[in-house]
């Protein structure tokens, strides 16, 4: 069982940068992958990054490439996203979730694929 609790959003002008950031439980953090993902009103949950279990692999959704980064801290059991050039488009609830996966160089790129989600946190992008 993993709980996730994500923090770090917030109300920003575009193209100004915000972090968002993903605690996670237990003591096996390494051997989850993780994901972001984000739900603006009256839309479907899409992807948004993803990392591997051992932070060496990486993937973006195309909108987000050059914009955001994923990391990992699996000494903190933290997840990171950093988050730059934003644009009111990107107004969303962001969520953190988690995959368990024995092989540490896997990520996930769909809903369906992870186990474990956060609350979500606000980000809103003002013009």
């Known amino acids: 069982q993993v709980q996730l609790v994500e923090s770090g959003g917030g109300l920003v002008q575009a193209g100004g940068s915000l972090r968002l950031a993903c605690a996670a439980s237990?003591?096996?953090?390494?051997?989850?992958?993780m994901g972001w993902f984000r739900q603006a009103p009256g839309k479907e949950r899409e992807f948004v990054a993803a990392i591997s279990g051992d932070g060496g692999v990486t993937y973006y959704a195309d909108s987000m490439k050059g914009r955001f980064t994923i990391s990992r801290d699996n000494t903190k059991n933290t997840v990171s996203l950093q988050m730059n050039s934003l644009k009111p488009e990107d107004t969303a609830v962001y969520y953190c979730a988690a995959r368990r996966s024995d092989s540490g160089i896997y990520y996930y790129t769909n809903v369906d694929e992870y186990d474990y989600w956060g609350q979500g946190t606000q980000v809103t992008v003002s013009s």
């Open positions: 237990g003591r096996t953090f390494r051997g989850y992958a």
